[in-house]
């Protein structure tokens, strides 16, 4: 026992580091909540509100131009949406992407978006004035987002059915819920 005590410190240490960070960086909504509704305007200028797309599969992307992992997914993610935004499903009328940029300047966001190809139509921007106050946003408050990516899948009535979902759980998902 006297051998232990030495490591069992520093190793208490190390699992109460990552149990701590797990937790708070974890969002603030779980699955079987109810994702809270917010108005966002598009790039066209043209708002819309998440309550508009009830009745569709919905994955509320946050990210922004900056984030060196949210761009790297936007392949993935591209591919989810070609793959399924046009399918019918047993329950919902599509699936649709709604992505949330969390950024400091309109125009890189509007410059990712285009080098990216995103080519969904729900698009949103909260815009900080300095790089220290971005997760400090209203929706980034309201959805307890403090790393990005984070994402949410949400059922046709609004309801989140998981957070932050792998591109397999999402194929799988979306192919089992096709007509």
Partial sequence: MKKLTPYLMPLL????????RKIYFTPAYHSG?????????????????????????VLLEFW???????RQS?????????????????????FEVVSVALETN?????????????N?????????????????QPLAVEYGIKWLPSSFLLDPKGQIIKVNPSKSYLEEFLNNQKI
């Fill in 13 to 20: 240490i190390i699992a109460a580091f990552y149990i701590g």
């Fill in 33 to 57: 909540e109810v994702a809270p509704n917010f108005q966002g305007v598009k790039t066209d200028g043209n708002s819309f509100e998440l309550k508009d797309l009830q009745g569709n599969y």
């Fill in 64 to 70: 922004g131009s900056w984030c060196g992992d949210c």
């Fill in 74 to 94: 936007h392949p993935q993610l591209k591919e989810i949406y070609n793959q399924f935004h046009d399918q019918k499903y047993k329950d919902a009328n599509n």
């Fill in 106 to 118: 309109e125009k890189y966001w509007k410059r990712a978006i285009e080098m990216d190809q995103l």
């Fill in 120 to 136: 969904w139509e729900y698009h949103s921007l909260q815009i900080a004035q300095k790089n220290s106050e971005m997760f400090n």
